[in-house]
């Protein structure tokens, strides 16, 4: 269950797991990715170089199943501030264009680390839809505490503007 990750700091226990959804790893997730960080490697956008490859096909990048994996943590926003750290990043099985991978989470440690912050370690296994192992991390992350949620003050707009100038004046 994913509800672990909207607990409140004090509430985290070791060994608390959670299970994301799936999603499925698309070609034009491989050419986004190829686009977006200049990695044209042929394992991953040539079709033909690749079927002569390690794998008999195209494979998607693996630091874009990391991303996927992050993406499909759903994190509460009013709880969670910041991933600080993504350690121990082993790369298991390729992921296939079609694959379908989903995150298996468990908390892994907790500690405070200033009045308002904790420190979350949580073990990620990333899997296919065959329930095979494609990559695991581990990955840190700072945990708003309970008391420094605070409900949001409603202001009317033109108080929240205030001197706003939309365009510097010259």
Not at 9 to 36: K, M, N, P, Q, W
Not at 60 to 81: E, I, K, N, Q, S
Not at 138 to 148: N, S
Request: glycine share 10%.
């Amino acid at each position: 269950m994913t509800d672990v990750l909207s607990r409140p700091f004090g509430d985290l226990r070791i060994g608390d797991r959670f299970t994301t959804r799936g999603r499925t790893v698309t070609e034009g997730d491989v050419s986004l990715f190829a686009g977006l960080t200049g990695d044209h490697h042929p394992l991953h956008t040539d079709a033909v170089w690749a079927a002569a490859g390690p794998f008999g096909e195209r494979i998607a990048h693996g630091l874009l199943v990391a991303g996927c994996a992050a993406g499909l943590v759903p994190f509460d926003p009013d709880r969670v501030m910041a991933l600080r750290r993504i350690r121990d990043l082993t790369f298991k099985r390729p992921v296939r264009l079609g694959d379908t991978i989903r995150v298996e989470g468990t908390i892994a440690q907790t500690a405070p680390v200033g009045e308002d912050t904790g420190l979350v370690v949580c073990d990620w296994r990333i899997r296919n839809q065959h329930d095979e192992l494609v990559c695991r991390m581990t990955v840190d992350v700072l945990w708003r505490a309970e008391e420094a949620i605070a409900e949001p003050e409603l202001v009317s707009a033109e108080a929240a503007l205030g001197d706003y100038v939309p365009f510097p004046v010259i």
